[in-house]
């Protein structure tokens, strides 16, 4: 890889613990999968990126329901948990999807999925190029991302309209402390390089908290609970708040 990602080291740091909170870790089971999930096509018989593929939960959800899966995750920890989730034969791959996926092959994915990654991407430009290159023509592009809003207000900003290097630390994840960086940006900026790169929007979930929501059972955010802004001060979402009164992420799904 020319650069380490941005995130590299906090998700090495972080794998094992990740793998083994990621099925029932609230906001990941009840909150973020759910949204993005609910986005996806019928992937029986169909081929599947999952790129940023982490232990391997989503390559797991797309394999019992019949598709055939190809992964990528930056990190070699990731790489190896995911093995280990799915089996040895398991086609999962380190790369950087910053950087061209030159072992893909052009149009040669019905749907790509990219859930929770792109935040720890500076120039989304070249990353979408190389998702529409492998996606075939009316091939869906599913990700999840921060809201926007929610990180604006989170890290404290003083200017939305910037894309900034913010960051914290997590302690959600048995103990294991980690500083987490990420790249803060505008609405605008999260939907315009999606356009630019020839996607149509197709649908947007912003998602809530139901009053049947499993979050509300748990009897707290554990996830907001246990972040800790790089600028300092009290997480805005009290620990004691059950559930997140604005989104925390945006599920999107584009065509190509
Ligand atoms: C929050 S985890 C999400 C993993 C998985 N998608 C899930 O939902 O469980 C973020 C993942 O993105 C990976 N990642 C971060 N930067 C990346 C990059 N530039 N290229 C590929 N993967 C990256 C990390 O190694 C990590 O596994």
């Known amino acids: 890889m020319p650069d380490k990602p941005i995130a590299f080291d906090a998700y090495e740091t972080l794998a094992t ?46 394999m019992k329901r019949g598709a055939e899966v190809v992964a990528v995750d930056a990190s070699p920890k990731m790489v190896e948990l995911a093995k280990q989730r799915l089996g040895s034969s398991f086609d999962v791959r380190q790369a950087d999807m910053s950087q061209p996926l030159t072992f893909l092959q052009d149009s040669s994915f019905d749907v790509v999925l990219c859930p929770l990654v792109l935040e720890y991407i500076e120039d989304w430009r070249a990353t979408f190029a190389e998702v529409y290159r492998v996606l075939r023509s009316g091939g ?44 803060r940006r505008s609405l605008e900026a999260t939907l315009s390089p999606l356009t630019e790169a020839g996607f149509c929007l197709e649908r947007i ?17 554990r996830h907001a609970s246990s972040f800790v802004p790089r ?11 059950k559930c997140p009164q604005r989104p925390r992420h945006l599920s999107i799904s584009f065509l190509r």
Request: hydrophobic share 35%; proline share 8%; aromatic share 14%.
């Open 231 to 241: 600028t300092g001060g009290p997480p805005v979402m009290a620990s004691s708040q």
């Open 140 to 183: 869906q592009f599913v990700f999840s991302v921060s809201h926007p809003l929610h990180d604006y207000i989170y890290f404290k900003s003083n200017n939305y309209f910037e894309t900034e290097l913010v960051g914290g630390e997590w302690r959600g994840f048995e103990g294991v402390r980690v500083y987490m960086p990420s790249f």
């Open 17 to 62: 613990a990740y793998a083994a909170a990621v099925d029932t870790k609230p906001h990941n089971a009840y909150y973020e999968r759910p949204a993005t999930l609910s986005l996806m096509p019928e992937v029986k018989g169909k081929r599947v990126l999952d790129a940023g593929c982490g232990s391997g939960v989503y390559s797991e959800w797309l």
């Open 205 to 221: 979930v912003e998602p809530g908290c139901p009053e049947n929501s499993p979050l509300l059972k748990i009897g707290g955010n």
